[in-house]
T-cell receptor
């Protein structure tokens, strides 16, 4: 079955390190998104992509970057991890024209 | 950009009672309003959605209503069951133009007491 998967599921890293979270989907969806989830804030958009070579900043993009070299993958990179980036990260994808977004299982990142 | 407010942040009901969660949005261009359910430790999953050309949509015990004039929409769960306990998120976006990402509310933790 087609799916969207994130890895790793859990990660502990030190302040200042570069970290990359992987997101892979097999639906051939054009649109992919990264959100972070924090208590009291719901899901906030970090970056998103409409297709290969396209990336856009969301509302909380500072300190994060993404790249889209193929349809299936949208890795999220924390350039220099900070304690404020401790969160649960969700990747999502959606076909070009429909409304429903499908989420990955999430990655719990702890920055110590 | 779009801003979505969600209330209440927590809601506790007795099994069999109804639960109502309310959201308001700011961008009149938004025309798609989904609701996601997130069980503890799991991913958010779509449970129902509504588009701005209808005022109400129902799926078994779940219904969503939309008031475009007032820019608010609500989730109604009837005959609640313990398995309805979860965090619920409302969201909004414009299907046709502008941003193509969902803007989410801050979530409502629903507890159904047996």
């Amino acid at each position: 079955d087609a799916e969207i998967t994130q890895s790793p599921r859990h990660k502990i890293t030190e302040t200042g390190r570069q970290v990359t979270l992987a997101c892979h989907q097999t639906w051939n969806h054009n649109n992919m998104f990264w959100y972070r989830q924090d208590l009291g804030h719901g899901l906030r958009l970090i970056h998103y992509s409409y297709g290969v070579q396209d990336t856009n900043k969301g509302e909380v993009s500072d300190g994060y970057s993404v790249s889209r070299s193929n349809t299936e993958d949208l890795p999220l990179t924390l350039e220099s991890a900070a304690s404020s980036q401790t969160s649960v990260y969700f990747c999502a994808s959606r076909p070009k024209l429909t409304g429903e977004a499908f989420f990955g299982q999430g990655t719990r990142l702890t920055v110590v | 950009g779009e801003n979505v407010e969600q209330h209440p942040s927590t809601l506790s009901v007795q099994e069999g009672d109804s639960a109502v969660i309310k959201c308001t949005y700011s961008d009149s261009a938004s025309n798609y309003f989904p609701w996601y359910k997130q069980e503890l430790g799991k991913r958010p999953q779509l449970i129902i959605d509504i588009r701005s050309n209808v005022g109400e949509k129902k799926d078994q015990r779940i219904a969503v209503t939309l008031n475009k004039t007032a820019k608010h929409f609500s989730l109604h769960i009837t005959e609640t069951q313990p398995e309805d306990s979860a965090v619920y998120f409302c969201a909004a976006r414009d299907l046709l133009t502008g941003r193509r990402a969902l803007t989410f509310g801050s979530g409502t933790r629903l507890q159904v007491q047996p």
